[in-house]
């Protein structure tokens, strides 16, 4: 399902989009600001990988804005059992700040708990990366705990700070 409004479209992952997907994967800034890792990402690689999604409990979408690519939004772990799955996103350096997260991700909630009847939305985000903290408590996310030298980046162990979003909060904040 696409996903839009006045800012951002949210559309599936075409081969055309490996460029976009390599430059995220591979910009150093992105890679020490964001959960998880990664290893370096050629062209041919991330071809590769477009090829072989698939959405079974991980469902991810390009953000366009203005026709052109500028990041990436995930649905991952989704638990349909529970009704829970986890968000997060990357942008390029040279969109962000103008919004477009707040954008993305506001049309992300409103899909997992209008269409996908999720429960509790959940989110993870490195302690020192303020700007996704505050993204987070924007959207009327709750800072749930802090899991202590989780992530190991640059030599350092750094702490994981857990933030969720349950639906009768979405729609309670949303009347």
């Not at 500028?70 to 962000?96: E, Y």
């Not at 924007?138 to 750094?158: A, C, M, P, S, W």
Request: charged residues 25%; aromatic residues 8%; neutral net charge.
């Amino acid at each position: 399902m696409i996903l839009k409004d006045d800012v951002v479209l949210l559309r599936a992952i075409e081969e055309d989009d490996a460029n976009v997907l390599m430059d995220l994967i591979n910009d150093p800034e992105v890679e020490n600001s964001v959960f998880g890792w990664s290893y370096p990402v050629s062209l041919s690689s991330q071809k590769k990988w477009i090829l072989n999604l698939s959405n079974d409990t991980t469902v991810r979408y390009i953000i366009d804005v203005d026709k052109e690519a500028v990041g990436v939004a995930i649905i991952s772990s989704i638990d349909m059992k529970n009704r829970t799955s986890n968000m997060n996103i990357k942008l390029l350096k040279s969109v962000r700040g103008r919004g477009i997260a707040m954008h993305a991700l506001g049309l992300i909630i409103r899909y997992c708990f209008d269409e996908l009847n999720m429960h509790c939305l959940t989110a993870n985000v490195i302690e020192r990366n303020e700007n996704s903290r505050k993204l987070w408590i924007k959207l009327g996310f709750n800072e749930d705990g802090v899991l202590r030298q989780r992530i190991y980046k640059n030599g350092t162990y750094h702490n994981i700070v857990s933030y969720s979003l349950l639906r009768e909060e979405y729609y309670e904040r949303n009347r």
